[in-house]
């Protein structure tokens, strides 16, 4: 497996190499410190599995490099980090075709359990992101199409499902009776798969 880690502080890079090993001992992790660098890595590595792109980079925002990252690289699934939890960025690189985003504060856990998704061709919605509205537009690149029947709230609560949320957990992030988080799940379980 090999990543591509794109981060302008080394001692970042190098704590996520450390953290990466949690997905596999050999893991081939490149490093770049700003945009220039990760595409010419990119170039130069067409087995790259996934890369990493910080949100704050020198000389080319995050999100200027993943539009860059999706023109030159379609098929190379691209996660966003950020040291900031701000719902209205997080939306932002989701709808410019970031497979996920993923806060620095987070436990390394929380990040191996969203890479290992992303690595198996889903989208990572940050919960969030959730909290903050309807949940975003997510382009079928990264494999999720939701059915059009559900309601903004059903959507949610099916997004906190599928980052691995019970419904005990929903119903106390979205602030709803633990009666009400049933009815939602079920409501899209019971639906027809068209």
Not at 86 to 110: E, I, Y
Not at 171 to 194: G, I, M, W
Request: net charge negative; charged share 25%.
């Amino acid at each position: 497996m090999k990543i591509l880690v794109v981060d302008d502080h080394a001692l970042v890079r190098e704590g996520l190499h450390q953290v990466l090993k949690g997905l596999d001992e050999q893991i081939e992790v490149l490093e770049a410190g700003n945009c220039a660098g990760a595409l010419k890595l990119a170039a130069q590595h067409d087995d790259i599995d996934l890369a990493l792109l910080d949100y704050q980079l020198p000389n080319m925002s995050g999100l200027d490099a993943l539009i860059v990252f999706g023109q030159e690289h379609a098929e190379l699934p691209i996660v966003m980090l950020s040291g900031a939890v701000n719902p209205a960025m997080m939306r932002q690189a989701m709808d410019k075709g970031a497979a996920g985003f993923l806060t620095k504060a987070g436990p390394s856990k929380d990040m191996l359990s969203a890479l290992r998704k992303v690595l198996d061709g889903e989208a990572h919605i940050p919960p969030e992101m959730l909290l903050e509205g309807d949940p975003p537009e997510i382009s079928s690149a990264v494999g999720v199409e939701l059915p059009r029947q559900l309601t903004p709230r059903q959507e949610q609560v099916l997004y906190l499902l599928l980052d691995g949320y019970s419904t005990k957990d929903i119903s106390q992030k979205q602030f709803l009776a633990d009666e009400t988080a049933k009815t939602h799940v079920s409501a899209f379980c019971a639906r027809p798969c068209n």
